[in-house]
């Protein structure tokens, strides 16, 4: 486990960012079109010259960029960097409205080589991927320890802190119900330990494209390197159970949904 881990702070302040200018209305768009234009054209041609007009005005590649659309790392506030002497670690820390998320990397001593992920953040991973880009982005092209990164602790898939995101665990849950390798009645796997059959059915099923899609664009590979804690319940103890539900799952059907993971990070192979 890691050693001296680092208290959390609060998220930092996000930065509003300034909405894009409204496009002209038409009628100011035909009294442009009138002025430049002979009193002596016809409709026809004054109606194609607006038509012109008004498509060029509202095309996207002349409207100003939608920040929850075009460049969405483009437009988030820079990561903040902080070194803690007492835990020997760098904290890169990105936010955007209400989601936070904080990387706490490891620079020496036993926990050398680690970075642990820290979020506050209740959307699904997909919109996170623009903070975590940032986060990485930030490693990868400025710490001198960068290429000792071999491990990330994500932690709990249902992290300490609210709100919090409960994606990975319906997947859990879901790719074990649906796998005929896991016993819904004793709620353990047919064979071997609870650990390894989480393990090699997490890195065999879709239960974390968006981190394999994140480290990919900085050229690595993610694998599900360890498993520890694994927790089970019935279904309708689970608060995703009415989205279990729609795939089948019964009330009583026992299914794994929280874990401790650890990942293992390595040079993408050719």
């Not at 702070?9 to 996000?14: L, S, T």
């Not at 879901?174 to 890195?203: C, E, H, M």
């Amino acid at each position: 486990m890691l050693i001296g881990m680092p208290k959390r702070g609060q998220p930092p302040n996000m930065t509003r960012m300034k909405s894009p200018p409204a496009v002209k209305s038409t009628d100011h768009i035909i009294c442009v079109v009138r002025n430049l234009l002979p009193r002596s054209v016809s409709s026809a041609v004054l109606g194609a010259c607006l038509l012109f007009f008004v498509c060029a005005a509202t095309s996207p590649g002349n409207s100003s960029p939608d920040s929850s659309s075009l460049h969405p790392v483009d437009n988030l506030p820079p990561v903040t960097v902080e070194y803690s002497a007492r835990d020997k670690a760098t904290i890169y820390s990105a936010s955007s409205g209400d989601c936070s998320i904080k990387w706490i990397a490891y620079t020496a001593g036993p926990n050398q080589g680690i970075i642990k992920h820290s979020p506050r953040c209740a959307a699904p991973l997909e919109m996170q991927l623009p903070l975590l880009t940032k986060i990485c982005a930030a490693i990868f092209s400025s710490d001198k320890n960068a290429e000792a990164f071999r491990t990330l602790f994500w932690g709990g898939l249902e992290p300490e802190l609210k709100p919090t995101s409960r994606e990975l665990q319906l997947r859990l849950a879901l790719a074990a119900y649906q796998s005929p390798g896991w016993d819904v009645k004793k709620g353990t796997p047919r064979k071997g330990d609870i650990n390894g059959f989480i393990k090699i059915l997490a890195n065999e099923g879709p239960i974390y494209p968006e981190l394999k899609e994140l480290f990919r664009r900085f050229h690595r590979q993610i694998t599900l390197a360890s498993v520890e804690k694994v927790r089970v319940l019935e279904a309708d103890k689970l608060p995703f159970y009415a989205q279990l539900k729609q795939k089948g799952v019964t009330a009583v059907d026992r299914l794994p949904f929280d874990c401790m993971a650890w990942f293992s990070i390595s040079a993408l192979s050719q």
